[in-house]
């Protein structure tokens, strides 16, 4: 079974500073997923990345695929209140199921 | 265009009684997957289904079951429930399966089963 694993699990932050949040999966996946969860709320797709070497961005957020190393980051520059959230990675396996990282919970204080 | 809406939100039953949950995609969708989320698995995989069909199953017990109708609405069906059962139900709609060019998911705001 694809296993999925991310972190930091929690994340605290000051306003204005960077981080990443990394996301290793344990076998070979042609596609890998971001998404956003606020409180009490559904899930908000970020980003698809589909090749090695994929990057994308959008906003202050920006994501990026290795898939020799199996590794997939979620950068976050300059960080606002509003980023305040969960996000999780998911990974779709040959088979088309989709296995998700424990999600890292970020807190972006003032 | 509205969103993925599912029904009920809430829900509470109590343990060995059976639970219907319906999904309506977004208008034009035809793939609608379905995924469990609890505090101690986190996210879990359960169906992917296209035009009626089923193409993919996660690891959960045959008490969880599912269907699609030609006007692509999706339901999941868990049959005697148990106390572990109680979780956050999401559905997801994509125009075309998730594995083509990768399609974007859309999620729902999910139903919200207490078992008690």
């Known amino acids: 079974e694809l296993k999925v694993e991310q972190n930091p699990l929690f994340l605290s932050m000051q306003e204005g500073k960077n981080y990443t949040i990394y996301c290793n999966y344990s076998t070979t996946s042609d596609r890998l997923y971001w998404y956003r969860q606020d409180p009490g709320k559904s899930l908000e797709s970020l980003f698809v990345?589909?090749?090695?070497?994929a990057v994308k961005q959008e906003g202050r957020l920006m994501a990026s695929l290795d898939t020799k190393a199996r590794l997939s980051t979620l950068h976050i520059t300059a960080a606002v209140h509003d980023l305040s959230a969960t996000y999780f990675c998911a990974v779709a396996s040959t088979g088309n199921q989709f296995y998700f990282g424990t999600g890292t919970s970020l807190t972006v204080i003032p | 265009k509205a969103g993925v809406t599912q029904t009920p939100r809430y829900l509470i039953k109590t343990r060995g009684q059976q639970v219907t949950l319906s999904c309506s995609p977004i208008s034009g969708h035809r793939s609608v997957s379905w995924y469990q989320q609890t505090p101690g698995q986190g996210l879990q995989f359960l169906f992917e289904y296209f035009s009626e069909t089923q193409r993919n199953k996660g690891n959960f017990p045959g008490r969880f079951s599912g269907r699609q109708f030609s006007n692509s609405r999706s339901e999941m069906n868990v049959s005697t429930l148990e106390l572990g059962d109680s979780a956050l139900y999401l559905c997801?709609?994509?125009?075309?399966?998730?594995?083509?060019?990768?399609?974007?998911?859309?999620f729902g705001p999910g139903t919200r089963l207490l078992v008690l």
């Open positions: 990345l589909l090749s090695n070497g």
């Open positions: 997801a709609s994509s125009l075309v399966p998730p594995d083509r060019l990768g399609e974007t998911q859309y």
